[in-house]
């Protein structure tokens, strides 16, 4: 009896073994792997970790801090959380792991997954993970950055993986070079019209001149927390109609660091958006707005150097009565010349 029982345990512990595997390999079967400064890419977004640094409170050291560039790699608009994120973890040197599931770690992931990207975009935010007594001997050895795939796998609006390596695993003891370091695939940047600040560009429904821009101090005033951009928009269209309802979409800020901010970030910008959006063009009339951009890290050093300006024109063409767009439809309007 007792050979039996000893034999049913020796099973029992070969079957966990075997079942451990099967989830290591699993896990391992969707991730690709990489080192800092290298770029990844699973057909949606591009991501390298540039740095890692102590997470500082007071004066004193309270976790670790990761900082990662996403670039956006399909022809469409869109943010990570439309690709279903899961928690990022972070791995010591002693095996252990820390979770961004703290107040801090949260809100830095809220900031990426509710950025909204244009085609190619580009953002760099600080991934966040506290942790109690901590060892700054036991140093962050990797990251994980993963994805809900089969959620993604089942979305009908936003782009699917074309990888089953669709999640992340950067060391961070090794460093990229050469090729490595270089951005994978993904896609170019969204079709527009150049032009520069002052110069009025049109697309056949509207035109559109950008005349100023100055900083954002908030609702209160007390502090520069973005930027406006003053847009003056004119009806090409000899019938009333409305920004809304011809296929206009977001606008983006693109600074020279390569970040951007997008006019539907936040609840203060897309009010602002709502100003020219809601409005009734009589035919050939005008409108001036200030448009605002609040960047989740705003950093006011970063100056903004490029205004990219969206519609949808498929979309439109599909409209039995017009008005249908020129192509391109789209503006980029460069805020370093003046015309």
């Known amino acids: ?7 049913a345990a020796m099973i029992a512990v070969v079957a966990s073994l075997i079942v451990i595997g099967m989830l290591h ?5 969707t991730t690709s792997g990489g080192c800092m400064n290298q770029w990844l890419f699973n057909g949606v977004w591009r991501v390298q970790v540039t740095k890692v640094e102590p997470y500082m409170n007071n ?15 399909t022809s469409q608009q869109i943010a990570p959380s439309n690709s279903f994120p899961e928690p990022q973890k972070l791995e010591l040197s002693s095996g252990s792991i820390l979770a961004n599931d703290s107040s801090a770690g949260s809100a830095s992931m809220n900031d990426i ?43 009908r609006f936003w782009p699917h993986f074309s990888t ?27 079709t527009a019209t150049q032009g520069c600040m002052n110069q009025s560009m049109s697309n056949g429904v509207w035109q559109v001149k950008t005349t100023a821009i100055s900083p954002d101090m908030g609702n209160d005033g007390t502090a520069q927390i973005g930027w406006m951009i003053t847009e003056e928009w004119t009806s090409l269209v000899n019938r009333p109609i409305a920004p809304g309802n011809t296929n206009v979409t977001d606008q983006q800020l693109v600074f020279a660091s390569g970040n951007t901010a997008a006019s539907s970030d936040s609840v203060g910008t897309l009010a602002s958006m709502g100003l020219l959006t809601n409005r009734t063009f009589p035919p050939g009339s005008s409108f001036t707005y200030q448009q605002r951009f609040r ?18 024109a498929t979309a439109q063409s599909h409209y039995p009565n017009g008005p249908y767009y020129k192509n391109p439809a789209n503006f980029r309007i460069s805020l370093e010349c003046s015309k």
């Not at 390596?165 to 270089?182: R, V």
């Not at 960047?295 to 949808?312: E, I, M, Q, Y």
Request: proline share 4%.
């Open 25 to 29: 390999l699993s896990a391992a079967g």
């Open 59 to 73: 004066g004193q050291q309270v976790g670790w801090q990761v900082t990662e560039v996403w670039r956006n790699g």
């Open 295 to 312: 960047p989740g890290s705003f950093n006011a050093s970063d100056k903004p150097v490029r205004l990219l300006v969206t519609f949808n």
């Open 113 to 155: 997954n509710s950025h909204s990207f244009p085609a190619s975009g580009e953002y760099t935010y600080v991934q966040k993970f506290a942790a109690n007594n901590v060892d700054s001997q036991n140093k962050p050895k990797a990251i994980d950055i993963t994805f809900n795939g089969a959620q993604v796998s089942q979305s």
């Open 164 to 190: 089953p390596q669709y999640n992340f695993h950067f060391k961070l003891d090794c460093q990229a070079s050469g090729t490595a370091a270089q951005a994978q695939g993904g896609s170019g940047q969204v």
């Open 1 to 7: 009896m007792r050979r039996l029982t000893k034999t």
